[in-house]
Every structure is written in C-alpha cells, then in structure tokens.
C-alpha cells in the first residue's frame, strides 16, 4: 500500500468512526491496528483493486466495531 | 372536483412524497460524513440548508407548474373536461407499479431506482460537503433526480390545490412542503438521538417493504381518486 493510500484510509476511517461516535482513543487504536491488519492482508499480492482494499478494510473492522465495517460495507449502495 | 375530492389529492400526494427514499438517503450519507469531518452542531448547520435547498425545488415545482398549467398551457380551460384526469391516473398506475417492482434495487441494500453513474455521483456530492451552499445546491439536485417519481404528484398536488374554494390555498402547499422534508427530519432526529449511519440503515432495509407497500398502494388510490373524483 502506498503512502498516499495509506493516508487517504486513515483520514477515511477516521472521519467514519467519528461520525460513528466511536471515542477518538479507541478510533486511534482501531485505526492502527486496521491499516496494521490490512497491510498484513496486501503483503503477499501484487495488485490489489479498490475493492480487494475495501474487502480487507472489512474484514479488519469487523473485529473491533460492526458498525463501522458495516458502514464500509454499504456505503456505496445507499442510494 | 369537491373540497374533499381537491383535499384527498392533495394529502395522497404527500403521504407517497414523504415515502419516497432518494432525498432521505442522501441525507443520511451527508450528515453521516458532515459530523465525522466537522463537528454534529455543523452537520445540523449544513442540514438546514440541505432542507432549504429541497423546499426551495418544492417551491420552484409548484410555481412552475402552477404558471405552465394554468396561464400557458391550458389558461381558463376547464382540466375537467380534457383527458388530463386519465392520463394522469395512467401515469400513476404505470408508477405504482414501478414503485413496486423497481424503486428498491435487490439485495439486502437501500439502493434505488437511478442509475448507478448517478448514484455515484451523488454519494460523491454528498460525501464532500464543505458549506452551507454545497449542502443547499445538493437538496436542490437531489429533488431533480427525483423528478421522474414526484413530477406527476406536484402536477396533481398544484392542480387540486387550485382547485380549492372559500379556503386558503397557501395553507396547503405549505402542508405539502413541510411534507417532503418530513422524512429528513425524522432522521435528524434520529441522528441527534444517537443513532448512527449503520442502526438507520439497517432500520432502513428492514422497512423497505414497507415503504414500497406504502407508495404502491399510495399512487394506486391515487390513481383511482383521480378518475373518480376530478
């Protein structure tokens, strides 16, 4: 993943666990360990689509807050 | 047409305005993204201006309706005595049964009739809301992507309103324009009540039967008031 990328997530997952009400403590922990996780996920592949990112964003999210992986999930299939 | 007949119209039309989904969810995904990058306090600032922007397209649909139907178009013809009564029903038969078979995409999501180059669009839109214009010119487009559902529902709200004697007619189309918005505001509160995208969205698939029911059934009667009572 490169750095912008990587920038882009975490502004992204920030402003999403804000609006979530999820605390700004655990929102940095969670973030860390998501972009930790999902980096872990991409090691082993070459290409990765914006899809294939947003599946490993899932699946990361999914361990500490369902809302926010749920929100993930469906946030370009609400209208 | 009757004062009841006029007066049915007008609030069939708004219960199946108040149900119609594309203005509440873009909503959501506005005030969802406005509170997580600023604060809840100017995510309420901008939803007032995404609520002046929808009532200003209301406004705009009913004078523009009003002007081309009665000074233009028709002027002092009676819309008794053309086919304007079937042709309306027809158009509302047609959209019952697109509300029922096609509003809601399938799949457990609240995605909607328009085309999926749009709906990005607008997610885009709604998503990057900086100020108090943006969110007021996302209210104005969103009514006009809309349009296809709640253009004959103006058309009829306008002319039955007209149609209205020994009462004031303002009162009505106020009625009808605190209706559109009323959905948003059902969710602002929800919002402000702690509930998230993710609860109202979930709250949202599970209703989605219901809100097709509701504006299937809603232009159906409508329809039916149409040829019966005009």
Redesign the interface.
Known sequence: MDTATEKTLIKDLKINMKALGIPAGSAEIFTEKIISGVKKSIKSKNIITEQDLNRFVIAEAKKYNTDLAYVYKIHDKII | MSFFASLEIVFLAMLIHAFLQ?VP??F??FY??A???KSSRVADDFSIFYILGVEFFSVLMFILIYLLFFNIFIGEINLRSTVFPWIMAGVLVALAILSFFAYFKK?R????F?SRKI??Q??AS?KNVKNRSDAFVLGLTTGVFELIFTLPLYILATTAIMEIDNFPRQIFGFLYIIAVVAPIMVYLVLFRR?Y????I??LRIKNKTFFRTIETIGYLVLACVMLIGF
Not at chain 2, 109 to 112: G, S
Not at chain 2, 196 to 199: R, S, V
């Open positions: 594309l969810s873009v959501t995904i969802h993204y509170s997580g990058k799949g999501t609240t995605e909607l328009i709906a990005r607008l997610t709604a702690g998230n995208l993710a609860e969205e979930r």
